[in-house]
């Protein structure tokens, strides 16, 4: 079924993404056959093709070149890249100013994606389009889960038809392409039960979508009954609570596999070995920027640039991801960047120290306390200042277990941030979800100019943020 499908159903079907799909695929399977150094020289190669096609083409990125005395051409592994780092702040507002003005180009494919910032859509062009969908089916493989395999996605605003330009055909999509249209919209018990029932109809082999939204599926299935586990589950965001893991696992009975997205595509997943996440570097080179200690190690912001787009080349993107990385090469020896863990998107993160040299994230662990709880159904924290937490909750039912429960998270939390925190709490009637579905760690505005942490963060420059584009051969070895 997945040859058949590679080579005849979705370049058929969908021609723009998938046409020349079995090429690409061996495209990518060859890079990956290469040793380590002849990677490294095949990747340096598209990362000096698409600097000098920025330098031709966009002039925001042949100003900073220039401004650096820095040609392209005279960029060898390791160095340096003379382009300040962009936060997606700065994406937002310079999205026009990076496009390219080469002609040939014009005919700009435009793919919605989840971005994580308020406008959606990212620009391919038509090659870049194929390739970024070859890599993506090509991680997919990892898993298990090949083309024509029956696939089902809980993440519902991913599905929404504004995000699918190349659905044109339901019953094409239903029947040949094996996708199963799930419901879109907020995680509430009404999605959940509309996914429940298209589930345990439809059967599908994959089972996709959000950490925090498959841990909700899975802790509703678990309550009201399932006759039928995926073979393979997929958590489309890497930002995962150990335990939400072990839940997701225990309820589906499958191991799951974590992919890694950029917002303008996959650039990462687990292998088999689920030793951590490879970043692909057929599609990215990626640098791994200071960002202090945590717990589980010293943390890295992680900045990319991706080598597949050419009608808006993205240089030195900043993810606003802060990730722990592996200390030695995965046993399946792939020789590719490997993130340990992503602690958490930086916006969820709680800076410690006033020299911004400690960080810990809470991630999803608050609001799975949550789901046993009687009184507190919902919470958010907002760090209003270095050693210093405001606690938000909603109640559903009144009682005494509402102090109770309350002290239970400020316990918690104490005791991941390893020192004593100043709290104060406040009773809402409602904490709205973001269309992803997640609860987000909040700083009110200004904090980021005072926190030490947040200052460290934003603090690269071109000269001395850049890492190599693979783990460095200390970590290889």
Request: charged share 25%.
């Amino acid at each position: 079924m997945g040859i058949f499908h590679t080579h005849v159903v979705l370049p058929l079907i969908e021609p723009g993404p998938y046409s020349g799909l079995a090429s690409w695929l061996r495209t990518i399977r060859k890079f990956e056959a290469l040793s380590a150094s002849r990677q490294r020289a095949a990747q340096h190669e598209s990362l000096q093709k698409l600097l000098a096609h920025a330098y031709a083409t966009v002039p925001f990125y042949r100003s900073q070149f220039d401004d650096a005395g820095v040609h392209p051409s005279s960029i060898r592994p390791g160095d340096p890249i003379p382009v300040t780092v962009m936060a997606p702040g700065m994406l937002r507002e310079r999205f026009r100013a990076i496009h390219t003005a080469a002609p040939k180009l014009g005919d700009l494919k435009i793919a919605a994606r989840e971005t994580g910032i308020p406008f959606n859509p990212t620009a391919d062009d038509l090659p870049g389009l194929r390739h970024r969908t070859a890599l993506n089916i090509h991680l997919n493989e990892w898993a298990g889960f090949k083309p024509g395999h029956s696939v089902m996605t809980i993440a519902g605003p991913l599905l929404d038809e504004r995000n699918r330009p190349y659905r044109k055909l339901r019953v094409l999509e239903d029947l040949l392409m094996r996708r199963v249209p799930g419901p879109s919209g907020p995680v509430t018990d009404e999605m959940l039960e509309r996914s429940r029932v298209l589930f345990e109809k439809r059967r599908p082999r994959v089972l996709c979508g959000h950490p925090s939204a498959l841990a909700a599926f899975a802790a509703y299935l678990a309550a009201h009954g399932m006759h039928h586990r995926p073979e393979v589950v997929i958590a489309t965001a890497p930002a995962l609570d150990g335990d939400d893991r072990i839940f997701i696992e225990s309820v589906f009975r499958s191991r799951l596999y974590v992919h890694y997205g950029a917002g303008f595509g996959t650039i990462g997943a687990e292998c088999s070995e689920h030793e951590g996440v490879h970043l692909h570097p057929w599609g990215t080179h990626v640098e791994f920027e200071p960002a202090g200690d945590t717990p589980d190690g010293p943390a890295y912001r992680l900045i990319v640039t991706d080598l597949l787009n050419y009608a808006q080349p993205l240089i030195r993107y900043d993810t606003g991801d802060v990730v722990t990385l592996a200390e030695q090469m995965c046993t399946c020896g792939k020789n590719f960047p490997m993130v340990r863990k992503v602690l958490a998107p930086a916006e969820n993160g709680i800076g410690l120290g006033d020299s911004g040299s400690d960080y810990a994230t809470i991630g999803t662990r608050v609001t799975r306390m949550c789901q046993n709880f009687r009184a507190i159904s919902r919470v958010q924290v907002v760090q209003k200042a270095n050693r210093y937490l405001h606690l938000r909750y909603v109640v559903k039912e009144n009682g005494p277990e509402e102090s109770r429960e309350i002290q239970t998270i400020c316990n918690e939390i104490d005791a991941l941030l390893r020192r004593p925190i100043r709290w104060t709490m406040e009773r809402v009637n409602d904490i709205p979800r973001e269309i992803s579905s997640k609860l987000r760690v909040r700083g009110p505005d200004g904090f980021a100019e005072r926190s030490g942490f947040e200052s460290v963060r934003h603090a690269s420059t071109p000269e001395s943020s850049n890492s190599p584009a693979f783990p460095p051969e200390v970590r290889a070895s």
